[in-house]
């Protein structure tokens, strides 16, 4: 599990496009709770990229866990019951950005017009965000519930792509997935501890002190798996936190 975490921290309701900025347009965040209690800057970095790049921010109050993780368990009328509960704290938003993939997998089929933040970023651009040059080497690994719940592949490398000199190299055995899924890394540990073993020695041979995920169960799945594998240090970080780190306006970082 991670070592930090910000079970009392507030995310600001509301943050507009820094001044100089043309809106483009209101989003809603979800916020999530297992990105926001252990990954709380995950969704900081999340709403400063989305205001550099033009977007209103909105964090509507009551939400809770959107029902992914009772639906990976197979409870799927309490899923269902944690789905209707976010469509009404969502009630009158137009979209619905979700930067975790386990989260956005889930939410696909429900009555939310919810979308990956990558591929929300992909699909309506930079705007006039820029981005600072980053010489930096990272290794991408693509969470099973993007790529193959929402084929998102491409999106996340063309975004990380609006860093002038970040380099993005593919995970070997990158196809397979890490153990986590889900809940699988807590109900079937002795496969999972397999997979997250393979994760772990395809990042160490790309050689890379960085990696990239998206989902936060990856993320965790990941760290845990470099970290007892006595190799040198990897950090393990959000896309959307290397965008953040090379925003080059000061002023997009306030939230």
């Not at 930096?136 to 491409?154: K, L």
């Amino acid at each position: 599990m991670p070592r930090h975490a910000h079970p009392f921290a507030r995310l600001p309701r509301e943050t507009a496009p820094p001044a100089g900025v043309t809106e483009r347009g209101t989003v809603a965040l979800l916020s999530g709770c297992a990105q926001d209690r252990w990954f709380h800057e995950v969704n900081r970095a999340t709403i400063r990229v989305l205001a550099a790049t033009g977007w209103r921010v909105t964090v509507p109050r009551g939400q809770a866990c959107c029902g992914a993780l009772a639906a990976h368990n197979g409870r799927l009328a309490v899923a269902d019951r944690l789905q209707a509960r976010a469509a009404s704290a969502f009630r009158g938003a137009d979209t619905v950005v979700v930067n975790a993939a386990g989260c956005s997998a889930h939410l696909q089929e429900g009555p939310l017009p919810a979308v990956d933040l990558l591929r929300f970023l992909a699909r309506e651009g930079p705007g006039e965000a820029t981005f600072a040059e980053v010489e930096r080497t990272v290794a991408y690994h693509d969470a099973c519930h993007a790529v193959r719940a929402q084929g998102i592949a491409a999106e996340p490398r063309e975004v990380l792509g609006w860093v002038p000199g970040l380099r993005v190299v593919d995970v070997p055995g990158g196809d397979r997935c890490c153990g986590a899924a889900g809940i699988y890394n807590v109900t079937q540990p002795v496969l999972a501890d397999e997979l997250q073993a393979q994760r772990a020695a395809g990042i160490r041979d790309t050689a890379v002190s960085i990696v990239a995920s998206a989902n936060p169960g990856c993320s965790m799945q990941i760290a845990a798996g470099l970290a007892v594998d006595g190799g040198p240090a990897v950090e393990v970080v959000h896309p959307v936190e290397l965008l953040d780190r090379a925003l080059a306006t000061s002023a997009s970082r306030s939230p």
